[in-house]
Each structure stands twice: as C-alpha cells, then as structure tokens.
C-alpha cells in the first residue's frame, strides 16, 4: 500500500505539471498528498522542512544556488561569458562543438547553480535554432554527461566505495556510455543547429586558448580547489567571488547591483520545495520496501537491480537510490566493474526526468518552461539510454565476467 500511496504522489505533481500550473504549486501538492496518506505528524512534517536548512547536504545546495548565481552576474558585468564563448568559436568555429564543450566543461562542476552558467552559454549558441524546451533539455543532458563518471560527485563516490570497485575500472568502462550520452544528445536535437558560427577563423588558436583560459579563469579555479584541495562547492565559489572582485575591480555598487539581481526568489523557493519533497520521502522509508515488491518480477536479477536504481533514483535522487541497493546488488551479482557501470547508468538516465532532480528544476525555471515540459523531452532519449546500456551489460559481463 505504501507504493501505491507514492505511486499516487507523483501522479498528483504529474497532473498539477499537465494543467500546466508553476511548479512550486505542483510541489506544494506533492508535499501534501504525501503528508496526508503517510500521515506524516505535524512534528515530523515540520522537522523535515528545517533539515533543509539544518542539513548542510541540502542548505549547500541553496546556498552554492545563490553564491554562483552572484558569480554568474560578476562574470556578466565583465562579458565573461561572452568573450569566452567568442573564443571557443575561435578555436573550434563550431558552434555544436562550442555547445557540448562548454556544457561539458561546466559539467566539470559537481554544483546545481553551475546549470546556470551553462544554460547562458547554450541559449546564446542555440537561440534561433532550438526553442526553449529544447535548449532546456540540450543544457540539461549535457551538462550532466560528466556527473556520470566523474568522482567529483557524491553518487559515483559513494557506489565505488560501497561496491569495492576500482576507480580506473569504472572509468574505463564508462567511456561507451559517455560517448553514447553524448551521440544521443547530439542527434537528438543539436545536430539540427549549423556548424557556422558566422565570425572568422581564428588566426591563432593558441592565443584563443589562453583567452578562454583567462576568461573562465573563476571557474577553473572552482574546479582546482574542489579537486587538487578538495575544498566544498560553497567555500570554493565564495574563494572565487573574492578574488573576482578583487581582479575585476567591481565597485560597490555594481556589486550592490549584482547582489539585488543575484537574488532570483522563485529559483530558490522551488529548489527548496524539491529538497523538502526529497526529504518527505526519506521519512516515509518507502525506498527499503522497493526491493522486495521488485524480487518477484519474472526478469534477470540484474535487470530487477537495473529498474530498482531507476526506480529509486527517479523517486529520491541517485545518492539515496546507490545508498539503499548497492550492497544488496552487489551481494546477488558478484560481477565488480561491469554490474557497477550498468546501475550508474541506469541512475544516471533516471536522474535526468526525476522530480526531486534540482538542476532540473533550474533548467526549467531559467528557459521559462515546466518541468513537465522538459520531462518529455528527455523520457524518450533516457529510456533509449537505458536499452543501449542494458545490451552494453550484456556484452561487458560476457567479456569480464569477474570485473
């Protein structure tokens, strides 16, 4: 009964999605139905709104929203972004090119406001050629290829460890999905966009280079301090603004400006709401019940794993989803490297129409589109993901059966 009642949470954001209401009043229906058929006390109902800020995991998120939201507005009063994107022409002059390495890179960056820095870059490469529900899905899939991979983030962090999976492992037999991640998205959508940049040819592509360098230096350094001093996302952004300030000399009232502006309260306020719904769910423990409602599937036991991360990661997010059934999949199916890459995979693909999913959320609030809208640009493309990988499974256990 207790999946059933989820089942029908998600039916409520679903339908309030599809009669096209804002999405903190489809959240705020999510919120109710699940405190009202868990009968969730008030007490708890209350304690699990303030772990949104109590919890440094979640008020990180908001804060790190808020910080490179500043960031982002800094670099915008110095054409930053701009000048960078004029260089990546330079040095590529292809504007798909620009497009997928720009998000890439920014990818790089295990933060949900990094969704912003991104989503200026694609608008400004895809306006004209895309209309914002599919420049909302192009930023989105692109920009979450490297948290697929990289150990940069808590999902791929915590399934190494819990599987005992080495690193260079996983990342070896990630390289299929990235490059099918990416050949997706591309024939998807951003193959439709010319190649022509309409500037000229760099004449120095070197030079173009150190430019690029110089005008995203902010967020290289970002970057350097999260994974050389493994410094956290909010003390490396809030380094960054420093010394932005200090190099591009931003007087106090521009800064004043940048601050007024920074404050985007409907982002924030509907990225809180998805952390609260998020934390609902935890309490509720539904997630424990899903493996046993799944085991008496007539399927593969790897592919009863493979739908139970997806599952579990499209209700409450991939680090729950690895949390809870790692070691439960890695107990059934002793396969090492290849079981851990299929599961990433799967979580990976349900993360990107989950709900609970905050870039997703920021996707859709800066192209001005619902999140319903962006879910339906992305089902068919994850689901076709997840058949790819599943037959990839099959061919990587047959050739290292033992991982």
Request: proline share 5%; glycine share 6%.
């Amino acid at each position: 009964m207790e999946i059933m009642y989820l089942g029908i949470v998600f039916v409520v954001v679903i339908l309030l999605l599809a009669l096209r209401r804002p999405l903190y009043q489809a959240i705020l229906g999510g919120l109710l139905a699940t405190a009202a058929l868990y009968r969730i006390p008030p007490g708890a109902i209350a304690q699990r709104t303030l772990a949104v800020f109590t919890d440094w995991s979640s008020l990180s998120v908001l804060l790190s929203l808020y910080l490179i939201t500043l960031l982002q507005r800094i670099l915008e009063a110095r054409s930053q972004i701009r000048l960078a994107q004029q260089d990546l022409a330079g040095i590529f002059h292809d504007r798909r090119i620009d497009t997928v390495g720009a998000a890439f890179f920014i990818g790089l960056l295990p933060s949900a406001a990094s969704m912003l820095l991104c989503a200026d870059i694609v608008k400004e490469a895809t306006d004209g050629y895309l209309d914002p529900k599919e420049q909302a899905f192009v930023t989105s899939w692109f920009r979450h290829i490297p948290e697929s991979v990289l150990p940069t983030y808590t999902a791929v962090l915590l399934m190494l460890n819990l599987s005992g999976v080495e690193t260079s492992q996983f990342i070896l037999g990630m390289i299929v999905p990235v490059i099918v991640l990416m050949f997706l998205g591309y024939q998807t959508y951003l193959r439709r966009i010319p190649a022509e940049t309409g500037t000229a040819k760099s004449q120095d592509r070197l030079a173009d280079a150190i430019h690029l360098i110089g005008h995203l230096w902010p967020l290289l350094l970002i970057l350097v301090l999260i994974l050389v001093f493994h410094m956290q996302v909010v003390t490396s952004v809030l380094l960054s603004i420093l010394l932005s300030l200090w190099a591009y000399k931003i007087r106090r009232e521009e800064l004043r400006r940048c601050l007024r502006s920074d404050f985007e309260a409907k982002m924030l306020v509907n990225t809180f709401l998805v952390l609260a719904l998020k934390e609902f769910i935890d309490y509720t423990g539904v997630l424990l019940l899903l493996p046993d409602a799944m085991a008496g599937l007539p399927l593969p036991t790897y592919l009863i794993f493979g739908l139970l991360f997806f599952v579990a990661t499209v209700i409450s997010g991939s680090t729950g989803a690895i949390a809870m059934a790692t070691p439960l999949a890695f107990a059934s199916i002793p396969q090492g490297a290849p079981l851990m890459v299929y599961l990433m995979c799967m979580s990976h693909a349900a993360s990107q129409i989950s709900p609970t999913h905050v870039c997703l959320v920021v996707a859709a609030d800066y192209f001005h589109v619902s999140l319903g809208d962006l879910v339906k640009k992305t089902l068919p493309i994850a689901l076709a993901f997840c058949v790819l990988m599943t037959l990839y499974y099959q061919l990587l256990s047959s050739l290292l059966p033992l991982g």
